[in-house]
């Protein structure tokens, strides 16, 4: 359609797609402010709520104290309780009215908070708990009254917290009203609550006259308290709402105004109690007078509600002017963007006048020149790009008519030149494959290079990370730690490309047991398929061998690409590792295997699909099946090329099936060799399974294959339901035919009714009591391990599972065991050591030579090893190396082998040598390069270093090197 359409409409289509962000930006940001419109509005809503509440507390805290006085023989003040008890009364009505109003936006409503089961939060529970206090008052005595009350009031400053949540009050990421929020939501009902304590238990000892010791010691530790962790934070946080009371959305100048009094007067009762209670300590109670004491202690929290009621105040004035300074912008922003689409529709107006007019008389002008008449000329003379492509055109028919008289003479000599060029393309060729040749003479030093720096951002952005940061630091590091591992893994496949291009790269022929290798891969990977929402299932059939002769880590690095791709390609869906062998040939009545085994793998996904003309491409280097495509989802296009070369060097072949939109499955084959004495058949447990019934309940379709196989293969008896309800009406069936089933193996997240909820019907259900549920989970969330336990789950795994531990946690449930050893779920599958290294109590103190010419991996390692025992001296070249060496009493050497003046391999010579000559045992030397290829480690060992290690350097490794040559020495 775009090609038959006019300039002229085109240019106009230019114009509207110019405007078209304009009016997607005002929609962005109207929308924006609208929502900090919202937030405030819900945070005022919040601070509304909190004014019944605060007049009910402090109204609850004084009956508090006059039922103490009363309950303990004060009977003249029994007017002054009950008049408090009708003021509580009108605390709860108006309480009531504002929950009608906005309790239901606040989540507090009856209604709202029974379906989350947070009924302690509503204000008919308040009401009803009053209600108890209040009829059973008289039957109480003075310290169950004080108990009584004192769990009313933590009720009354849950609701009051629970309010500041939901109302956004304490994510509000502004600092005058965050500290506000302190003060209202936490110090002062901290603050008055602690007062009433203190009140009441002063009035009591009081009443003896006299102090014994462990009384004035309480007394001491409350005016410390009162002092240090109520007055001081109330203070602190109010003067800081002071001190921010500049931000330019809630700028509030009562504050400055009310707040300060209020505080000043607070500060001065505060105070004024406490002096009370010292001088009650230093006079042992001789010098106070009970009413005294209580005077002083009910001003103090008279003054503390004061505050409180003044802060909510100016809470609400903040909030208000924000809200009306955000809905100022709404209207600027709505302005400006009206003239700006204004004026650019005027200018794209006189630009499109401006170039349709020449354009039309250029193609007038060419359509003459194709009919064959190159005499024309164009009449249009300018300045800008239209004058010169007019210009341009003119030039061009000129020479269109000496080309044509030159093309004979051309075609004559065209065979000459043809043999000319071939001669040429043959230099050039061998010239490309010299210049391949040196390519990987370049990569490995540029490695080196590369690697050099690299070990000082990486190591460095880790012991950042292990630091104390803000949210927005710890951000910041991950950004960089994610970006360096992502260098070094780019590094790493160059490196690796280059390696296998240049016939350098070995394979490894070493025992692999291939369970471990797969299963315990997909138990790493399936940390990123959760993330994304994502099944990944792994499946080694039965009868595959698994004790095999390889290389463990080039398998594990072709599966880590494949399913890294499928991960990273797929939206929604799952991820399948399946892995199965060729049917195995017997030989003879010892039933030797015929070697070679040849594996068949296939990890198949749901996500995006490769058009079919882009099948091939994927495994070129640098290819992606769109340009587009790193931009989305990153990636260099080597990790499919280093898989394919991978494969074939193990008598492979990999291959592609796709369809656009519905998914891909990456297979490939290899050649490995069984171990003599490899075991066909699967070990299986002790406890006989056969025969024992168990029902799978999983949404997911390749769940219940791979679980129903699995469980088939020990001569399990399987059933499948795809849904909770359709497991619960199986159960309930089997109960009713005298069949029930012994154990349930039950998924934890699935469509209508979720696991967890199966689990509750099994609970409450009396005859499927008997039942063993084990739980299996992509998504290991917070609280679902509890959760699980109260349910009596008796297992809670995370897929994939392996196919050993479901074997284990199935025997362990037939023979009655409660496996107590492990946690509940397996979320502590990867540890969570902060570094992986030794403590200090593992470890003795060393002398440690480090040689580096690099001042920043000199640092690295000095930080490292800050913490340790160890001490640290520094050499900055092979030459003082040698000299420290030689002079001192060395446990371990860190020697970078690329050095000026003299580099690690002479020095380590010379270091050898030096203890040769003298009898002396040899000190361990661990080399530090950024060399990577196999030849530069074993060029390190020539030279007499005991290790090897390639930059960047990890802490982990490093201290796992030096404590595995520490114990050696011991």
């Not at 509503?122 to 008052?137: D, P, Q």
């Not at 406490?274 to 106070?288: A, F, T, Y």
């Not at 409660?818 to 109590?841: F, I, M, N, W, Y």
Request: proline share 2%; glycine share 6%.
């Amino acid at each position: 359609m775009l090609e038959n359409m006019k300039i002229g409409k085109k240019l106009a289509m230019i114009g509207v797609a110019f405007s078209l962000p304009i009016v997607v930006l005002l929609f962005l940001t109207i929308k924006g402010i609208n929502y900090d419109i919202g937030f405030n509005q819900l945070e005022k809503y919040g601070n509304k709520y909190q004014r019944p509440l605060e007049r009910l507390l402090e109204h609850i805290s004084q009956h508090r104290l006059l039922s103490h006085r009363v309950l303990s023989g004060n009977n003249q003040i029994k007017g002054m309780l009950s008049k408090k008890e009708a003021e509580i009364e009108g605390d709860f009505k108006a309480l009531s009215d504002v929950d009608k109003e906005i309790g239901e936006v606040l989540q507090v409503t009856d209604e709202g908070l029974a379906k989350r089961k947070r009924g302690h939060y509503r204000v008919g529970t308040l009401k009803k708990e009053w209600e108890e206090l209040k009829s059973g008052l008289s039957s109480l005595k003075p310290e169950e009254s004080d108990a009584r009350h004192r769990h009313l009031i933590g009720d009354i400053r849950t609701m009051i917290t629970h309010i500041g949540d939901t109302s956004n009050l304490i994510l509000d990421p502004d600092l005058d009203t965050y500290y506000m929020m302190d003060v209202t939501l936490l110090a002062l009902p901290q603050t008055q609550d602690r007062l009433q304590e203190i009140v009441a238990y002063g009035e009591d000892v009081l009443k003896k006259g006299k102090l014994d010791i462990k009384e004035s010691i309480q007394f001491s530790g409350y005016a410390a308290i009162l002092k240090q962790f109520d007055i001081d934070r109330v203070n602190a946080s109010a003067r800081t709402a002071l001190n921010e009371d500049q931000n330019f959305l809630g700028i509030s100048p009562s504050l400055h105004q009310n707040l300060p009094p209020a505080l000043k007067g607070y500060n001065i009762a505060a105070e004024e109690f406490i002096k009370n209670l010292k001088q009650l300590v230093d006079s042992e109670g001789k010098e106070i007078k009970p009413e005294q004491y209580i005077i002083a202690g009910e001003k103090a929290i008279e003054e503390a509600f004061r505050l409180w009621d003044v802060s909510i105040g100016e809470m609400d004035k903040l909030l208000e002017a924000r809200i009306a300074n955000y809905k100022q912008y709404r209207a600027i922003a709505l302005f400006l963007t009206l003239l700006a689409i204004a004026i650019s529709s005027v200018l794209v107006f006189f630009i499109i006048m401006d170039i349709v007019k020449p354009l039309k008389d250029i193609c007038s002008t060419a359509l003459k020149v194709r009919d064959g008449d190159l005499s024309t000329q164009t009449d249009v003379r300018r300045n800008d790009e239209i004058g010169i492509l007019a210009a341009s055109f003119n030039d061009m028919v000129g020479k269109l008519k000496g080309s044509r008289e030159n093309l004979e003479d051309y075609s004559r000599n065209l065979e000459q030149k043809v043999e000319g060029r071939t001669a040429e393309l043959k230099i050039a060729k061998e010239e490309a494959e010299s210049a391949n040749r040196a390519k990987s003479e370049f990569l490995a030093s540029m490695s080196h290079e590369i690697r050099t720096p690299m070990n000082a951002i990486i190591g460095m952005s880790d012991l950042l990370w292990d630091t104390e940061l803000t949210s927005e630091q710890r951000q910041y590091v991950h950004v960089f730690r994610s970006a360096g591992e992502n260098l070094l893994n780019l590094i790493n496949d160059i490196l690796d490309l280059s390696k296998v291009e240049a016939g350098q790269l070995t394979l490894e022929t070493i025992d692999l047991d291939l369970r471990e290798v797969v299963e315990k891969l997909c138990e790493v990977m399936a940390i990123r398929a959760h993330q994304k929402g994502l099944e990944l299932a792994c499946y080694i059939m039965p009868g595959v061998p698994t004790d095999l002769i390889g290389d463990p880590l080039r398998i594990r690095q072709i599966l880590v690409n494949l399913i890294g791709n499928a991960i990273k390609f797929t939206e929604k869906g799952e991820v399948v590792v399946t892995v199965k062998s060729e049917e195995l040939r017997m030989k003879n009545e010892k039933q030797d295997i015929e070697l070679p085994l040849t594996l068949n793998f296939s990890v198949k996904d749901t996500g995006i699909g490769i058009p079919p003309e882009k099948v091939n491409a994927v495994f070129e280097s640098f290819t992606q099946v769109d340009s587009s495509t790193t931009r989305k989802y990153g990636g260099t296009g080597l990790g499919l090329t280093i898989s394919k070369r991978l494969v074939e060097m193990m008598g492979g072949r990999i291959w592609i099936e796709s369809k656009l939109g519905e998914g891909t499955t990456f297979y490939f084959m290899v050649k490995l060799g069984i171990q003599s004495s490899a075991k066909l058949q699967l070990r299986l447990s002790e406890v006989d399974m056969r025969g024992l019934k168990v029902l799978v309940v999983d949404d997911n379709v390749t769940n219940r294959i791979i679980l129903k196989e699995m469980l088939s293969e020990w001569g399990v008896l399987v059933t499948e339901a795809e849904g909770g309800e359709e497991g619960l009406s199986e159960l309930r069936r089997a109960r009713d035919a005298g069949e029930p089933y012994k154990l349930m193996l039950l998924d934890c997240r699935m469509p209508g009714m979720d696991g967890f909820q199966v689990a509750e019907h099994i609970k409450n259900d009396s005859n499927l009591a008997g039942m063993t549920v084990m739980m299996l989970t992509s998504d290991n969330r917070e609280g679902h391990t509890k959760r699980a336990k109260e349910l009596g789950i008796a297992k809670y795994m995370v897929k994939p599972v392996k196919k050993s531990e479901l074997m284990d946690a199935i025997a362990l449930a037939i023979a009655g065991k409660k496996a107590a050893a492990q946690s509940v779920g397996q979320a502590s599958r990867l540890s969570d050591s902060r570094d992986g290294c030794p403590t200090l109590e593992d470890i003795r103190s060393l002398n440690i030579l480090l040689v580096d010419d690099s001042r920043d991996n000199r640092l690295l390692i000095e930080s490292y090893l800050k913490k340790t025992l160890h001490k640290i001296d520094i050499a900055e070249n092979g030459e003082m190396a040698v000299e420290k060496f030689m002079s001192g009493e060395y446990n371990i050497v860190l020697m970078d082998m690329q050095m000026p003046v003299m580099d690690g391999y002479t020095a380590t010579r010379i270091i050898r040598k030096w203890e040769v000559e003298r009898g002396a045992e040899s000190t361990p030397i661990i080399a530090l390069t950024a060399y990577a290829l196999k030849e530069d480690e074993q060029k390190s060992l020539d030279a007499g270093c005991t290790s090897h290690l390639t930059k960047p350097i990890k802490k982990a490794k490093l201290m796992e090197t030096i404590q595995e040559y520490a114990k050696n020495k011991t």
